[in-house]
């Protein structure tokens, strides 16, 4: 069966709009619309027909107002109604044979350079190490991927090791980088979302539609979130493997479908936008083979990630609002 998400009607001939994942060489959209011209109403038709051929779905809700029918609602903010966090630091997915710890510490500070671009380079490497000796302190050692399995640090152990640190006199010499960087780190990972009792797991996401609100945290925090859980879940499904040549039908080209409805958070930042390790970089060219769908909406043309996508964008919807 064809794929047919219906979009809307044509304003100047009153024709229905549909798209034909099926039918185009990649299945992501990039949707432009100004504040007020429509672009939440879009996302919200989109996910709900995708959600219909029963395909699951992951909405990143900046705003609080993609609120879409039969979709598992998570709030995510440091107040009581938030029950789940996240963390960073989980090697969940890691395959050994392709990717190493090393490949996965740089990934990390390059995405908490970008959510705090005070942190200096020289930091940033103080920052590597001590990670490096967090998973130690676990039990996870680099060459050794029997120990991959086990419960992964957090960044209270980060933190326990820059302390360490600070207070070795023979780190005398750097002790104001480590400082910088313990304060750095502690003005985010402070935040109560890094310290749930539960975290969302990737089966969870895989096995059924979410949306996560992220409109009571802070950029720099919202940046985390998406970074982590886009990487886990492409892990998870690079490790599942590459989809067959041939469908039963076009849904069983989508393992999972995901919406993000401001994308400039999550391509911006201190770094190169064009950076092939960046996560929206990875998925466009990689995600379609192990069955990743994405929709990005921005406000602007110029935005960031449209630099990151070229032709991986194919579909390219912009939004005018219409009196």
């Known amino acids: ?15 229905p709009v549909n798209w034909y994942p099926g039918e185009e060489m990649n299945r992501f959209i990039a949707v432009f619309g100004a504040s007020g011209s429509g672009k939440t109403e879009l996302l919200k038709r989109v996910a709900s027909e995708v959600i219909r051929h029963g395909i699951p779905v992951l909405i990143f809700d900046f705003h609080g107002d993609v609120e879409v029918s ?6 995510m903010s440091s107040g009581f109604g938030s029950s789940v966090g996240i963390n960073p630091l ?22 908490l350079r970008r959510a705090a671009p005070s942190l200096s380079q020289n930091q940033a490497h103080l920052l590597a190490e001590a990670m490096r000796t967090a998973y130690v302190m676990v039990g996870i050692e680099d060459r050794d991927p029997r120990t991959w399995n086990l419960p992964p640090p957090t ?19 750097r002790r104001d980088s480590i400082n910088g960087c313990a304060a750095v780190l502690g003005a985010i990972f402070g935040h109560s979302l890094f310290h749930c009792p539960r975290n969302l797991s990737v089966s969870e996401i895989l096995g059924g539609n979410w949306r996560l609100n992220l ?22 499904l690079r490790a599942m493997g590459s989809l067959p ?3 039963g039908c076009d849904a069983d080209m989508y393992r999972i479908f995901v919406v993000i409805d401001e994308a400039k958070v999550i ?6 936008p064009n950076k092939s390790t960046r996560i929206l970089n990875v998925i466009a060219s990689e995600g379609r083979k192990f069955g990743m769908g994405m929709l ?20 390219r919807i912009q939004i005018r609002l219409v009196e």
């Open 155 to 173: 960044f209270a152990h980060v933190q326990m090791v820059l302390a360490s640190w600070s207070s070795d006199p023979d780190m005398k010499g």
């Open 267 to 272: 391509a911006g930042g201190q770094g190169y």
């Open 90 to 111: 989980s090697i969940e997915g890691l395959n050994p044979q392709t990717h190493g710890l090393s490949d996965h510490r740089a990934e990390i500070v390059a995405m």
């Open 70 to 75: 039969h979709v598992n609602h998570v709030m």
């Open 215 to 236: 409109e009571h945290l802070p950029e720099s925090i919202q940046v985390i979130v998406v970074d982590t859980v886009l990487r886990l879940v492409f892990r998870r």
């Open 296 to 315: 990005l909406a921005s406000q602007g043309r110029g935005d960031a990630f449209l630099k990151t996508g070229r032709s991986e964008y194919p579909v």
């Open 1 to 15: 069966m064809p794929l047919v998400v219906e979009l809307g009607d044509d304003v100047a001939n009153g024709k």
């Open 245 to 247: 040549v041939k469908f």
